[in-house]
């Protein structure tokens, strides 16, 4: 199947908006050669849900709608699970058939719903993996039996499929072609370091901290969603000026990202290695490596080939060591070119190729 000119069906776990994720990625990249409908995820159950259909659409561009419905009944068990998926699939599969819309590719990110294609009246579906999934949420044990193909971003989260009797195609995360050049800003002249992401849990603020304190000479741009409301040391040092050198400058519409990496000196990504999946990888990483920036992380296992790239350490005082000697000694000029140049292997348009082999190689015989 070549994507291209086809109605493509995105499920997604995060509403569309200005944060955005692989889905949002795949939705505005596929919708340049494709009409693409980006279904929303939907918000908590309220008793009038019982009679209003609640299915509509936001015009994002002319080949790029978003799709917003509502729970028929609520999932009080697995019986009122099935039951609320049949339903409300059903319907949104009417509605696509009253509008002319025939879907011709499902892609689901989102493991909680929507999970039967054949009910939408789709032929060719498949999921696409981004976290370690666990069997910890009710639809996994449904969507993964239904759909058509899996694919991942990780070996690691590949594994867990091994046994699910469906073809499996590892990939890698993905980055926009448009995301190699970007318009200039007028920033203050010294030297800042720069994380893009979820300000969460899975942040290891401790690394942070310590960072921030240990150089007070370099400015820290802080750009996302904040998440830790109610964490006194994450308030202090994010939200409440702890330190004048961290700038918190909140979300950020996507593409208004890329004008930031691009000033930056370098990029940070400190996760919590222990939290569940934080090991694996980080969706800014080819953002930042598209820019030729050092990174200064934990270490990812998908970047291990790559480390050579990177400045990816588990030990927080290693870490801190190997960004002072970069603040002092810079580094190799020819790093820079090395790190764009794999950016470019990771573009849509290489991974698109990787799946449209897949689908084609998956097909059933006729």
């Not at 008793?47 to 028929?72: A, E, F, K, M, W």
């Amino acid at each position: 199947m070549e994507l291209k000119g086809k109605r493509i069906v995105i499920v997604s776990n995060e509403g569309w908006g200005d944060v955005w994720f692989s889905k949002h990625n795949y939705a505005y990249e596929l919708s340049k050669h494709n009409e693409v409908l980006f279904v929303d995820p939907v918000s908590r159950w309220s008793p009038i849900d019982l009679v209003r259909s609640g299915i509509g659409y936001t015009v994002i561009s002319p080949t790029l709608r978003v799709l917003h419905y509502s729970n028929r009944i609520p999932a009080l068990n697995d019986t009122f699970f099935e039951w609320n998926n049949t339903l409300v699939s059903k319907a949104i599969g009417q509605r696509l058939k009253r509008d002319g819309w025939p879907v011709d590719l499902f892609i689901s990110f989102d493991p909680s719903r929507l999970y039967d294609p054949s009910l939408l009246g789709v032929h060719s579906s498949l999921f696409i993996a981004v976290d370690a999934y666990d069997g910890s949420i009710r639809g996994e044990r449904y969507i993964f039996d239904r759909v058509d193909r899996i694919i991942t971003i990780s070996e690691q989260i590949t594994k867990n499929f091994a046994n699910s009797g469906k073809p499996l195609l590892t990939i890698s995360h993905a980055i926009s072609s448009e995301e190699f050049q970007a318009p200039a800003l007028t920033l203050p002249q010294r030297d800042f370091g720069i994380y893009v992401g979820t300000l969460d849990k899975r942040l290891d603020i401790g690394a942070l901290k310590e960072m921030t304190e240990a150089h007070p000479e370099v400015d820290f741009l802080l750009i996302g969603r904040f998440a830790l409301t109610g964490d006194e040391e994450a308030e202090k040092l994010i939200r409440g000026g702890r330190y004048g050198n961290v700038h918190y400058l909140g979300v950020l519409p996507f593409k208004e990202l890329k004008s930031y990496i691009a000033a930056s000196r370098f990029c940070i990504a400190p996760m919590d290695f222990s939290w569940p999946g934080n090991d694996i990888s980080h969706h800014k990483i080819f953002q930042y490596l598209a820019f030729g920036k050092p990174i200064f992380s934990n270490v990812f296992t998908e970047y291990l080939p790559i480390e050579h790239l990177l400045y990816m350490r588990n030990d927080r005082q290693e870490l801190l060591d190997t960004l002072d000697m970069f603040l002092e000694q810079g580094e190799p000029d020819h790093l820079v070119q090395h790190r764009i140049a794999h950016a470019r292997t990771r573009t849509y348009e290489v991974i698109f190729g990787q799946i449209e082999k897949f689908i084609a190689s998956t097909a059933p015989s006729l």
